[in-house]
Nanobody
Framework: QVQLVQSGGGSVQAGGSLRLSCTASGDRFSAYAMGWFRQAPGKEREFVATISWGGGNTYYVDAVKGRFTVSRDNAKNTVYLQMDSLKPEDTAIYYC???????????????WGQGTQVTVSP
């Protein structure tokens, strides 16, 4: 069982930056691929980015490519989502998630964080 606790988020004006963090319990964090998702009001959950267990591979959906950066520090059991050049359409609840195998597509994840709100004003 893995518990993921998120922090970060908040409100920012368009063009600003925010960083989300997601810290995992246990000692197997380095075995997991980590993903980031978001869900805007009235919309389905959207896959945003993923990073492989060692951090050597990352993947982003087109909507965030070049603006968001996913990274991880396995010594701290933490994965990050740095969000730059934020747009109002990035407003959503953001979730981190973990699974064993790295996949560059929207697949099922086994463990989820509690979610954190990101609000971008025009």
């Amino acid at each position: 069982q893995v518990q993921l606790v998120q922090s970060g988020g908040g409100s920012v004006q368009a063009g600003g930056s925010l960083r989300l963090s997601c810290t995992a319990s246990g000692d197997r964090f380095s075995a997991y691929a980590m993903g980031w998702f978001r869900q805007a009001p009235g919309k389905e959950r959207e896959f945003v980015a993923t990073i492989s267990w060692g951090g050597g591979n990352t993947y982003y959906v087109d909507a965030v490519k070049g603006r968001f950066t996913v990274s991880r520090d396995n010594a701290k059991n933490t994965v990050y989502l740095q969000m730059d050049s934020l747009k109002p359409e990035d407003t959503a609840i953001y979730y981190c998630a973990a699974r064993f195998n790295y996949r560059e597509e929207n697949v099922e994840y086994d463990w989820w964080g509690q979610g954190t709100q990101v609000t971008v004003s025009p």
